[in-house]
């Protein structure tokens, strides 16, 4: 294994799953407050849920968002 190739596709994933993440979240955030399903001063939890299923592998990350 190339250690240099796996480091930098690893990273170039995790930064594809982070703007991805960070659009959808904007988005389901901001269409709650202009819904008047949140006020926009709670704490949203929130739960990534990551699966190598080619190694047997399955972790949630959870921890909760402040909005205001």
């Not at 596709?9 to 904007?26: A, D, H, M, P, W």
């Not at 001063?41 to 047997?56: C, F, I, M, S, W």
Request: glycine share 8%.
């Amino acid at each position: 294994m190339n250690e240099d190739t796996f480091n930098l596709q690893v990273r170039k994933y995790l930064k594809k799953v982070g703007v991805t993440s960070q659009r959808e979240i904007e988005k389901a955030v901001r269409d709650a407050v202009a819904s008047g399903k949140l006020s926009g001063n709670e704490k949203v939890r929130a739960t990534v849920t990551l699966k190598l299923p080619d190694l047997g592998v399955e972790l949630d990350v959870d921890d909760h968002i402040a909005l205001g």
